[in-house]
């Protein structure tokens, strides 16, 4: 067996093997071991005819035909073994030619890890919408606290949404009465939709008194069909709208364990602005990461974009089989052609290999380095609560056996380099003003600190460093956001 090694663009090879006639001779033979699976050779047993009787059946170039189309790339694995490479996808078979003197000639290409030469200036000032909180987001937060206290009381007006009805409710269907739908004294708030489908519109603009039908659908959870067709018929007994209690001192010490109305507009705004500077950060790392990539000259073998398309295809099959979706299914809800698909799928795998490619050569162009510290507080992350009676030690050692160990370590590397990137980096406002996304401290972050070290901690916490921060409608207090209005206690 001869080989040659040639370039066949940055980072690919093409390695051509030269193979003799008589090295064919055990794919021959295997070859003819599966042909006489296949037929029915008369006096044989399936697989027992010897290769004489088969070769005369399909004829010698056949069966040598067979031989190479099955048995080359096992008989070629011992040179891609022996030269002094690293494929990042599996070695693919180009071409196959008959020698003049006997045997054959294979080319197969080798795609490598791309490098990049030069990197783009990472001291990038990146654009980003300045994060600010209004009087009006301040307002409205606290509304929707004072939403939750909110008690209710009859008016003499049609209901609108947002306000509750006392009905007494049924329904039909076909002209016969559907007993699960029937209920007295149901209280329900127009406009949720929280219900049955349909009932909304039946009781939009109703006043007390009134008796209101109008078709509905039902809803999983009745004994008719989901989506069955009935006729809903509701006597409105009472509107109700919400008083909503006055914002002052006394209501906020009552409500939170705060004092004052100011420290709860305080407290609201920390809380937006945390948000708001999350939020904006998350925007400015991708405006970052983009430009970068963009500007990143370096030529991706397609073999390697394949391989990474055909990994992001997996991993969103399998998303879509958990979820029970199909790849169809999936296009109608993202509205997407099939090309389009394509087109962006292709798209995500060329950033995703160019953004590894770029932060490799940032850690090949600093000082970056993984402690054995840094190694083990990564696995015992990796490990879930099942994984406390396994030795991280163990587990260490494992992967430095079988080589995974280079793996974690690559990607606690990527991750610094990433940190390198955004510290190097600046985010600025439309004129050019620069922006600070440090994060406040709210007063659940100090409590914290002062459990966990006897006092407070005054540094500012890292863009994107706490992802698991409450939603705006959480901001203000810890309150239970799935209070119900509270009716006043003369009507109950």
Same mark, same amino acid.
């Given at each position: 067996m001869q080989t040659t090694l040639k370039e066949a663009g940055p980072f690919e090879r093409i390695l051509t093997v030269q193979l003799d006639e008589g090295e064919l001779e055990p794919a021959k033979n295997a070859a003819a071991r599966k042909l006489s699976q296949q037929l029915k050779i008369k006096g044989f047993r399936p697989g027992k005819a010897p290769r004489a009787v088969v070769?005369?059946?399909v004829g010698a170039e056949a069966l040598r035909g067979e031989a190479i189309e099955d048995g080359v790339p096992d008989l070629v694995n011992p040179a891609l073994a022996e030269i002094d490479l690293e494929p990042v996808t599996a070695p693919r078979i180009e071409d196959i030619r008959d020698r003049i003197e006997g045997g054959i000639e294979v080319d197969i290409r080798i795609t490598l890890w791309p490098s990049a030469d030069t990197i783009p200036d990472?001291?990038?000032?990146? +654009?980003? =919408?300045?994060?600010?909180?209004?009087?009006? /987001?301040?307002?409205?937060?606290?509304d929707r606290l004072r939403s939750q206290y909110a008690e209710l009381e009859d008016v003499a007006k049609p209901a609108e949404e947002g306000d509750y009805v006392m009905i007494n409710l049924s329904a039909t269907a076909n002209g016969e009465p559907v007993a699960d739908v029937r209920a007295d004294d149901l209280l329900y708030e127009v406009g949720s939709r929280s219900y049955?489908?349909?009932?909304?519109?039946?009781?939009?603009? &109703?006043?007390?008194?009134?008796?209101? /039908?109008?078709?509905?659908?039902?809803?999983? *959870? #009745?004994?008719?069909?989901?989506?069955?067709? $009935?006729?809903? @018929?509701?006597?409105?007994?009472?509107?109700? &709208?919400?008083?909503?209690?006055?914002?002052?001192?006394?209501?906020?010490? +009552?409500?939170? =364990?705060?004092?004052?109305?100011?420290?709860?507009?305080? @407290?609201?705004?920390?809380?937006?602005?945390?948000?708001?500077?999350q939020a904006t950060a998350g925007v400015y790392r991708e405006r970052l990461m983009d430009e970068l990539t963009a500007d990143l000259e370096v030529e991706l073998p397609e073999a390697l974009v394949e391989a990474e398309m055909g990994s992001s295809l997996h991993n969103l099959g399998h998303s879509l089989q958990q979820?029970?979706?199909?790849?169809?299914?999936?296009?109608?809800?993202?509205?997407?052609?099939?090309? /389009? #698909?394509?087109?962006?799928?292709?798209?995500?795998?060329?950033?995703?290999?160019?953004?590894?490619?770029?932060?490799?050569?940032? $850690?090949?162009?600093?000082? !970056?380095?993984?402690? %054995?510290?840094?190694?083990?507080?990564?696995?015992?992350?990796?490990?879930?609560?099942? %994984?406390?009676?396994? %030795?991280?030690?163990?587990?260490?050692?494992?992967?430095?056996?079988? *080589?995974?160990?280079?793996?974690?370590? *690559?990607?606690?590397?990527?991750?610094?380099?990433?940190?390198? !990137? #955004? +510290?190097?980096?600046?985010p600025v406002d439309s004129a050019g003003n620069e922006i600070d996304l440090t994060l406040p401290r709210l007063e659940e972050d100090l409590e914290e600190d002062e459990d966990d070290e006897g006092g407070a901690d005054d540094e500012a916490l890292e863009v994107g460093g706490d992802t698991g921060d409450p939603g705006p409608e959480d901001a203000a207090v810890g309150m239970d956001a799935d209070t119900e209005p509270e009716e006043d206690s003369d009507e109950q």
């Open positions: 070769e005369r059946m990472i001291a990038r000032r990146v +654009e980003v =919408e300045s994060p600010e909180v209004t009087d009006e /987001e301040i307002d409205e937060q606290i049955i489908p349909g009932l909304d519109d039946v009781l939009a603009g &109703a006043s007390a008194g009134e008796i209101r /039908e109008g078709p509905g659908n039902l809803p999983e *959870g #009745f004994d008719e069909p989901v989506g069955a067709e $009935v006729t809903l @018929r509701a006597l409105v007994k009472a509107v109700r &709208a919400k008083r909503l209690p006055e914002v002052t001192d006394e209501w906020v010490s +009552e409500v939170s =364990e705060l004092d004052d109305v100011a420290s709860l507009r305080d @407290r609201v705004e920390q809380g937006l602005l945390r948000m708001k500077r979820s029970g979706l199909d790849m169809g299914t999936y296009l109608q809800i993202t509205g997407q052609g099939e090309e /389009e #698909f394509v087109q962006d799928v292709r798209e995500g795998a060329v950033r995703s290999l160019k953004t590894r490619i770029l932060l490799d050569a940032v $850690v090949s162009g600093s000082n !970056i380095e993984v402690t %054995d510290e840094e190694i083990d507080e990564a696995l015992e992350q990796m490990q879930g609560p099942e %994984d406390d009676h396994i %030795d991280i030690a163990d587990v260490k050692q494992a992967l430095t056996a079988n *080589g995974r160990i280079s793996v974690l370590t *690559g990607d606690i590397l990527r991750r610094k380099a990433l940190d390198l !990137i #955004f +510290e190097a980096s600046t």
